[in-house]
């Protein structure tokens, strides 16, 4: 069992029965210097998605059942909205996974509430 899969565990028994009503996701990690895209390395890219998106998802997706279970049924990923503004300053691995934040944000949106848009 991953420390996310027992967490959520915890959190259900905590909940005793019933449901999450509101799930808050503050996911991030930056680096200390943003280099350009050309010059920043593999592994920096792949630890922002790793933490920003993959980990998000995995603790979203862990406690969606409690979360429908719930409720309110409210999920706040927490991201910044300047992600698309601030490519241009060079922080394109932060950027890039930010915004990926927010097209998977949008998707679940719709499958939860697939009239919104």
């Given at each position: 069992?991953s420390?996310?899969?027992?967490a959520?565990?915890?959190?259900?028994?905590?909940?005793?029965?019933?449901?999450l009503d509101?799930?808050?996701?503050?996911?991030?990690?930056?680096?200390?210097?943003?280099?350009?895209?050309?010059?920043?390395e593999?592994?920096?890219?792949?630890?922002?998605?790793?933490?920003?998106?993959?980990?998000?998802?995995l603790?979203?997706?862990?406690l969606?059942?409690?979360?429908?279970?719930?409720?309110?049924?409210?999920?706040?990923?927490m991201?910044?909205?300047?992600?698309?503004?601030?490519?241009?300053?060079?922080r394109?691995?932060?950027v890039?996974?930010?915004?990926?934040?927010?097209?998977?944000?949008?998707?679940?949106?719709?499958m939860?509430?697939?009239?919104?848009?």
């Amino acid at each position: 069992m991953s420390d996310i899969q027992a967490a959520a565990e915890e959190v259900k028994k905590l909940l005793g029965g019933k449901g999450l009503d509101i799930l808050i996701n503050n996911i991030g990690i930056g680096q200390e210097k943003y280099p350009p895209a050309d010059l920043t390395e593999l592994h920096i890219f792949r630890e922002q998605f790793e933490v920003n998106v993959i980990g998000n998802q995995l603790v979203t997706l862990a406690l969606l059942p409690l979360l429908r279970a719930g409720n309110r049924k409210i999920l706040a990923n927490m991201f910044s909205f300047l992600c698309s503004f601030l490519i241009i300053l060079g922080r394109p691995s932060w950027v890039q996974s930010h915004i990926t934040m927010e097209e998977i944000n949008g998707s679940l949106r719709h499958m939860e509430h697939p009239k919104q848009r």
